[in-house]
């Protein structure tokens, strides 16, 4: 079946960047974009950006411009989600999630807790 | 930027139907996606493009959309329906193009 599979919890320190691994499985990992979605505590979603695996091709939410890099390494089937100068602000769950030409998000990783904290 | 806009929570009686709604402008010309979330989860689609059930996804999840408003539809609610709801959709439209989530309903079964 369809899986993504996500890093580990981080805790980091205001300023500080954090690359968060999202690696897929039961699929042709090129053939879906990958996107990032970010849930802060007792918050609403808030979609980050989404990257085409096949081509590396990436679109970022105006909010992240300058500030979130997507890559992946297709030999292994995993996408990455790096985000500088970390804030306070940025404590959140990090997910990855599929999707297909501005189709529905499914499915959705476990989810990657980050704190930001000094 | 596109705005949607979701009451924030919504009660129903078990075995009762639940309607929680999605404003946005024109959002009847989109297509709308909606999740569940439960505590501590992931969140799982339930709707897709409106009124579409993935598989394992009960008949008594459905959609609808039109003119401003979308709407999901739960009937005979259960207990184990209680969670945050969200819709979703493309906003290809602005500037800005990208993801709009709404800003999520509790759904409380009483």
């Known amino acids: 079946q369809v899986q993504l599979v996500q890093s580990g919890a981080e805790v980091k320190k205001p300023g500080a960047s954090v690359k968060v691994s999202c690696k897929a499985s039961?699929?042709?990992?090129?053939?879906?974009?990958i996107n990032w979605v970010r849930q802060a505590t007792g918050q609403g979603l808030e979609w980050m950006g989404w990257m085409n695996p096949n081509s590396g091709n990436t679109g970022y939410a105006q909010k992240f411009q300058g500030r979130v890099t997507m890559t992946r390494n297709t030999s292994i089937s995993t996408a990455y989600m790096e985000l500088s100068s970390l804030r306070s602000e940025d404590t959140a769950v990090y997910y990855c999630?599929?999707?297909?030409?501005?189709?529905?998000?499914?499915?959705w990783g476990q989810g990657t807790l980050v704190t930001v904290s000094s | 930027s596109y705005v949607l806009t979701q009451p924030p929570s919504v009660s129903v009686a078990p075995g009762k139907t639940a309607r929680i709604t999605c404003g946005g402008n024109n959002i009847g010309s989109k297509s709308v996606h909606w999740y569940q979330q439960k505590p501590g989860q992931a969140p799982v689609l339930v709707i897709y493009y409106d009124s579409d059930r993935p598989s394992g996804i009960p008949e008594r999840f459905s959609g609808s959309n039109s003119g401003n408003t979308a709407t999901l539809t739960i009937s005979r609610v259960e207990a184990g329906d209680e969670a945050d709801y969200y819709c979703q959709v493309w906003d290809s439209s602005s500037d800005h193009q990208g993801v709009v989530f709404g800003g999520g309903t509790k759904l409380t079964v009483l």
């Open positions: 039961g699929y042709t990992f090129t053939s879906y974009d």
């Open positions: 999630a599929l999707s297909s030409g501005g189709s529905s998000f499914d499915p």
